[in-house]
């Protein structure tokens, strides 16, 4: 499964544009992601869809998500964005509007 490339990104935007809206995370080149110095989250493209790398909430490895729709998004923002909260890393506006996801 490769990484996702320019044309995979571009229909990935709505999603990205979330992801960066939360605050706290680096975004090194386009569509990945570091929280702190260590990298958190990226995007693969295959025949069978999108799907996201994100690194386990015990810090480990990382777990892949099939982006199957609206949930599957929001899903995965809810997961950052409690890594976020985790980390001491969203300010007090940020996690109000994290909360409305």
């Known amino acids: ?3 996702a ?11 990205l544009e979330r992801l960066r809206d939360l605050g706290g995370l680096r975004e090194k080149t386009r569509g990945v992601f570091y929280l702190k110095s260590r990298s958190f989250l990226h995007f693969h493209e295959d025949p069978s869809g999108f799907y ?8 480990g ?3 892949r998500l099939k982006l199957e729709g609206p949930e599957a998004e929001a899903a995965l923002v809810a997961r950052a964005s409690a890594a976020l909260r985790r980390n001491g890393d969203l300010t007090e506006s ?5 909360s409305l996801l």
């Open 1 to 3: 499964m490769k990484h």
């Open 5 to 15: 490339g320019a044309q995979a990104l571009d229909a990935l935007e709505p999603l």
């Open 52 to 59: 996201a790398d994100i690194r386990a909430p015990d810090g």
């Open 61 to 63: 490895d990382f777990d």
């Open 94 to 98: 940020d996690r109000r509007s994290s």
